[in-house]
């Protein structure tokens, strides 16, 4: 089984490495090209918010949906981009929120 894959900062790319993650920290616009290439090469893709934040909502949605391989969004470490409110997303598919 190959290793998860973390998309992220490099502070926190090198925490995921001692814990035997590959890293990789995308540029600004590099992120689609980043996240695809992850995909392509192991069964668990941890994404920081910030990088998830630099992707199309289309090609994020996808990602996040797919069965294979499994992408997570995970907390960024300056905090400068909020994880996703999955509660409000959920009560919102669900017709509980106006």
Known sequence: MTA???LGDEVTASGYRLAGARVR????????AALAWARAQAPLVLLSAKVAAGLDEPLLRSALSAL???VLVVPDLH???ALP???ARLRGQLGLEA
């Open 25 to 32: 920290t995308p540029r600004p616009g590099e992120e689609p």
């Open 85 to 87: 409110d999955l509660a």
């Open 79 to 81: 905090g400068e981009v």
């Open 68 to 70: 294979a391989p499994l």
């Open 4 to 6: 998860p894959i973390y």
